[in-house]
């Protein structure tokens, strides 16, 4: 039950971006289609696990004054392994995605849960914290992305599902659209936890 | 014609690609540090400095031990360009801090506590990353490096500005704190928008 504890608290109580507000750049940077959030969200999912799974491993070996620097290095080598994958494998995702796949050694959401969870936890706890913060993230970025691809240009993961007719507000996939989509979104979140309690 | 393309440079990254509201880099500070005008005036000043210096920086180690064709050592070594990247900035940061705290008791002062948040600052090795993408040569890195500085500290004094007056503002209950601030946001980059039509 505790295990499965870690797994689910990522993806709605603690969700990184809606509640914890982290890791917003890439966030409205590559929300402009479902197909760019799901190719961030694995890098990301895939780097956060990496670098906990390192990070609970050797954390009783890194003295407390270098343990940020040691984190950035660990955190940086699995961004370097994804850039160089990505860009052999997916070479058109690499592409769009652009300046934002180095960029991931400086999110927030990474090197917060290396410092907040992997430096205390069991290697087993760490990896699950790991995946339910990846598939958090990657979920808030999917609902982003699909809410500004389909009023942007009308269609879904490329798929038209909005009749030819619709006139796509072009707006939506340009950074306007993508600061007022997330600043909705929020007062929404915000309104529902309100309900609630 | 070098002063036209240096020109074009410093209104691109001010205006046209604004590094906050075009290019979602920095957004943490920016919503973080727009609280106060004053803060916001030293977080800026902060960013200015450090960006500056750190274009510079990366450049010289990008070119000098990183990259084949230039560097000193002969060896292939730009994968190693995330790690480089990301251990100057940091080193360069903590030794700023260490230097303005010795020599300048009070620009630190007035800029300490934001040294230190400015190592994740994506901004920093963003502009890092670009000058070498673009390949900008020396002059035109150190330029862009300020020039985007600037930029940044442009939308965070006016985002600041409009924030104290929002404070005094009737808002809905949940629109207040983080998603007003958003969508005040979006309306900034809606107007910064429109610099896109300029053609240099």
């Given at each position: 039950?505790?295990?499965?504890?870690?797994?689910?608290?990522g993806i709605i109580k603690e969700n990184p971006i809606f509640v914890m507000a982290l890791g917003l750049c890439p966030t409205l940077a590559v929300?402009?289609?479902?197909?760019?959030?799901?190719?961030?969200?694995?890098?990301?999912?895939?780097?956060?696990?990496?670098?906990?799974?390192?990070?609970?491993?050797?954390?009783?070996?890194?003295?407390?004054?270098?343990?940020?620097?040691?984190?950035?290095?660990?955190?940086?080598?699995?961004?370097?392994?994804?850039?160089?994958?990505?860009?052999?494998?997916?070479?058109?995702?690499?592409?769009?995605?652009?300046?934002?796949?180095?960029?991931?050694?400086?999110?927030?959401?990474?090197?917060?849960?290396?410092?907040?969870?992997?430096?205390?936890?069991?290697?087993?706890?760490?990896?699950?914290?790991?995946?339910?913060?990846?598939?958090?993230f990657s979920l808030a970025l999917i609902v982003i992305a699909t809410i500004r691809e389909i009023i942007g240009t009308g269609k879904f993961y490329?798929?038209?599902?909005?009749?030819?007719?619709?006139?796509?507000?072009?707006?939506?996939?340009?950074?306007?659209?993508?600061?007022?989509?997330?600043?909705?979104?929020?007062?929404?979140?915000?309104?529902?936890?309100?309900?609630?309690? | 014609?070098?002063?036209?393309?240096?020109?074009?440079?410093?209104?691109?990254?001010?205006?046209?690609?604004?590094?906050?509201?075009?290019?979602?880099?920095?957004?943490?500070?920016?919503?973080?540090?727009?609280?106060?005008?004053?803060?916001?005036?030293?977080?800026?000043?902060?960013?200015?400095?450090?960006?500056?210096?750190?274009?510079?920086?990366?450049?010289?180690?990008?070119?000098?031990?990183?990259?084949?064709?230039?560097?000193?050592?002969?060896?292939?070594?730009?994968?190693?360009?995330?790690?480089?990247?990301?251990?100057?900035?940091?080193?360069?940061?903590?030794?700023?801090?260490?230097?303005?705290?010795?020599?300048?008791?009070?620009?630190?002062?007035?800029?300490?506590?934001?040294?230190?948040?400015?190592?994740?600052?994506?901004?920093?090795?963003?502009?890092?990353?670009?000058?070498?993408?673009?390949?900008?040569?020396?002059?035109?890195?150190?330029?862009?490096?300020?020039?985007?500085?600037?930029?940044?500290?442009?939308?965070?004094?006016?985002?600041?500005?409009?924030?104290?007056?929002?404070?005094?503002?009737?808002?809905?209950?949940?629109?207040?704190?983080?998603?007003?601030?958003?969508?005040?946001?979006?309306?900034?980059?809606?107007?910064?928008?429109?610099?896109?039509?300029?053609?240099?």
């Amino acid at each position: 039950m505790k295990a499965f504890g870690e797994l689910t608290k990522g993806i709605i109580k603690e969700n990184p971006i809606f509640v914890m507000a982290l890791g917003l750049c890439p966030t409205l940077a590559v929300s402009t289609s479902v197909n760019n959030a799901i190719g961030m969200g694995a890098a990301a999912t895939f780097v956060l696990i990496g670098s906990n799974i390192v990070i609970s491993l050797i954390k009783n070996f890194i003295p407390s004054k270098v343990r940020i620097p040691a984190y950035i290095v660990i955190i940086a080598s699995f961004v370097t392994v994804v850039d160089m994958v990505m860009e052999a494998y997916a070479a058109s995702l690499h592409k769009s995605l652009g300046l934002f796949i180095p960029l991931i050694v400086v999110n927030c959401i990474i090197l917060g849960r290396a410092e907040a969870f992997a430096s205390k936890n069991s290697v087993g706890s760490s990896i699950l914290d790991g995946i339910g913060m990846g598939i958090g993230f990657s979920l808030a970025l999917i609902v982003i992305a699909t809410i500004r691809e389909i009023i942007g240009t009308g269609k879904f993961y490329g798929m038209q599902i909005l009749p030819c007719s619709y006139q796509p507000a072009i707006c939506a996939i340009l950074p306007p659209g993508a600061f007022f989509t997330i600043g909705i979104l929020m007062a929404l979140f915000n309104k529902w936890v309100a309900k609630k309690s | 014609m070098e002063i036209a393309k240096l020109f074009s440079i410093i209104i691109a990254s001010i205006f046209i690609n604004n590094f906050v509201l075009a290019k979602f880099l920095g957004l943490c500070p920016y919503i973080g540090v727009s609280k106060k005008l004053d803060s916001a005036i030293g977080m800026g000043m902060a960013v200015i400095f450090v960006m500056t210096m750190a274009s510079t920086i990366t450049w010289l180690v990008y070119n000098y031990l990183l990259n084949p064709s230039t560097s000193i050592f002969g060896l292939d070594l730009t994968f190693l360009r995330t790690i480089a990247f990301i251990l100057t900035i940091a080193t360069l940061v903590q030794f700023v801090e260490m230097v303005i705290q010795k020599t300048a008791p009070a620009l630190y002062k007035a800029l300490g506590i934001f040294l230190p948040l400015i190592t994740t600052n994506c901004a920093v090795l963003g502009v890092s990353i670009l000058n070498i993408n673009e390949g900008y040569n020396f002059l035109e890195t150190i330029i862009n490096g300020f020039s985007a500085g600037v930029g940044f500290t442009l939308v965070l004094i006016l985002m600041a500005g409009i924030r104290e007056r929002l404070e005094l503002a009737d808002i809905p209950e949940s629109l207040k704190g983080l998603p007003i601030s958003f969508i005040v946001a979006g309306c900034m980059a809606l107007a910064f928008l429109g610099f896109s039509g300029l053609k240099i």
